[in-house]
C-alpha cells in the first residue's frame, strides 16, 4: 500500500515538475523574443541616430559653405566700391592725366 502511495506522490510531483517545467520554458521563449525585439528596436534607433547625424553635418557642411560664399559676395562688393572710388579720388588728384603728379591733400 506505501508503495502504491509514494508512486502516487512522485507521479503528483512529476506532473507538478513537467508543468513548472513548460510554464519555465514558455517564459524563457517570451522573454527571449521580447530581448530579441529590444536588440533589433535598439539596432533601428542607432541607425536612425547615425542617419540623422550625417543629414546634420551634411547640412552644417552646406550651410558653411554658402556663408563662406556671402562673405567673399560682400568682401569681393566692398573691394570693387573701394576700387571705384579709389579710381575716381585718382582721377580728381591726377586731373585726369595720369602723368600729372599733382599732390591731393
Not at 514558455?26 to 535598439?42: F, G, I, K, Y
Request: charged share 30%; glycine share 2%.
Amino acid at each position: 500500500h506505501q508503495v502504491f502511495l509514494h508512486a502516487a506522490k512522485c507521479s503528483v510531483l512529476n506532473v507538478q515538475a513537467e508543468d513548472g517545467h513548460a510554464v519555465a520554458k514558455r517564459q524563457l521563449e517570451a522573454e527571449t523574443l521580447m530581448r530579441v525585439d529590444l536588440e533589433n528596436r535598439c539596432q533601428s534607433l542607432s541607425e536612425d541616430l547615425e542617419f540623422r547625424k550625417n543629414i546634420f553635418e551634411e547640412e552644417m557642411r552646406e550651410s558653411r559653405h554658402r556663408q563662406e560664399q556671402r562673405i567673399v559676395e560682400v568682401d569681393s562688393g566692398v573691394r570693387q566700391d573701394y576700387e571705384s572710388k579709389l579710381a575716381q579720388a585718382l582721377q580728381v588728384c591726377w586731373g585726369h592725366d595720369p602723368l600729372n603728379v599733382m599732390v591731393c591733400t
